[in-house]
Nanobody, 124 residues
Framework: QVQLVESGGGLVQAGGSLRLSCAAS????????MGWFRQAPGKEREFVAA????????AYADSVKGRFTISRDNAKNTLFLQMNSLKPEDTAVYYC?????????????????WGKGTLVTVSS
């Protein structure tokens, strides 16, 4: 079973940047497609970004396209999310997710493992 631990969340002003990291326990990290999802208070969990097993192709939610960048370092078993030009509506708990079945997980249905999340708060 893969354990995922997110870090890098915090409080930032609108327009600022944060970089989230997700450390995976498995040396087989490279065999999983990875994604970031988020859940704001009172809302359902939503897709943010995804990347294929060996990098390359990525996918983004329209709301973050051009501002967020997903990347991975398979040698270090780590997933990243660089978030720039943050907005108050980006405030949410951000979850790292791993999929063994989906090539590019853009929905919760394709996720096999979840992290516990890290809180990002963007003040106006």
């Amino acid at each position: 079973q893969v354990q995922l631990v997110e870090s890098g969340g915090g409080l930032v002003q609108a327009g600022g940047s944060l970089r989230l990291s997700c450390a995976a326990s498995e040396r087989t990290f490279g065999s999983y497609a990875m994604g970031w999802f988020r859940q704001a208070p009172g809302k359902e969990r939503e897709f943010v970004a995804a990347v294929r097993r060996f990098g390359g192709r990525t996918a983004y939610a329209d709301s973050v396209k051009g501002r967020f960048t997903i990347s991975r370092d398979n040698a270090k078993n780590t997933l990243f999310l660089q978030m720039n030009s943050l907005k108050p509506e980006d405030t949410a708990v951000y979850y790292c997710a791993a999929s063994h079945t989906s090539a590019l997980p853009t929905t919760s249905r394709g996720i096999d493992y979840w992290g516990k999340g890290t809180l990002v708060t963007v003040s106006s």
